[in-house]
C-alpha cells in the first residue's frame, strides 16, 4: 500500500484546470484580474461549508467499509 505524505496535497486546482473550464463554459480564457476573483470565489466557497464536504466524505468511507 502507498505510504501517504504528510504534507501530501490532496486536492488542487490549477491555472491550467481554470483556463480549460473558462474555455468550456465562456469560450475564452480568463485574464489574470479574473483569474484573482476566480480563485477568491473558489476559496470562499470551497472553505465556506468544508465540514459538509468532509462529513460526507467520512460518511461515505464508513458505509463503503462495511459493504
Partial sequence: ????QQNEIIF???????QFEAQEKIGRELTDDEIRIAKK?????????????YQTIFNEMI????N
Fill in 1 to 4: 500500500m502507498e505510504t501517504i
Fill in 12 to 18: 488542487a486546482i490549477t491555472k491550467e484546470d481554470l
Fill in 41 to 53: 470565489g473558489l476559496e470562499s466557497g470551497l472553505l465556506t461549508d468544508i465540514e459538509t464536504i
Fill in 63 to 66: 458505509n463503503n467499509a462495511r
